[in-house]
Nanobody, 115 residues
Framework: QVLLVESGGGSVRPGGSLTLSCAAS????????MGWYRRAPGKEREMVAI???????NYAASVKGRFTISGDNAKNTVFLRMNGLKPEDTGVYYC?????????WGQGTQVTVSS
């Protein structure tokens, strides 16, 4: 069973930065899309950033200009660089990888932004 393992979460002050990383435990062939989602306390899970196999990106309006997604399909890794963090960015961040057969999710990593 393929697992996605996230790392890089933690606690930072407003304005700080974090980089989240995600790697697959086994090779996932023909990934079409990689991305990051988050679930804020008391809210539904929402898309934060996605990266297609063609290199196209899409960001939630709330993070555009502050967050940058990058990844390597061949290495089955995806990253999220988060700058200018705000308290409303607090939540559990999940990575995801999708191919034609499966939709994989990580277990989540906590990000807390607080003064």
């Amino acid at each position: 069973q393929v697992l996605l393992v996230e790392s890089g979460g933690g606690s930072v002050r407003p304005g700080g930065s974090l980089t989240l990383s995600c790697a697959a435990s086994e090779s996932i062939p023909s990934i079409n899309l990689m991305g990051w989602y988050r679930r804020a306390p008391g809210k539904e899970r929402e898309m934060v950033a996605i990266l297609t196999s063609a290199g196209h990106t899409n960001y939630a309006a709330s993070v555009k200009g502050r967050f940058t997604i990058s990844g390597d399909n061949a290495k089955n890794t995806v990253f999220l660089r988060m700058n200018g963090l705000k308290p409303e960015d607090t939540g559990v961040y999940y990575c995801t990888m999708i191919n034609e057969r499966n939709h994989y999710w990580g277990q989540g990593t906590q990000v807390t932004v607080s003064s």
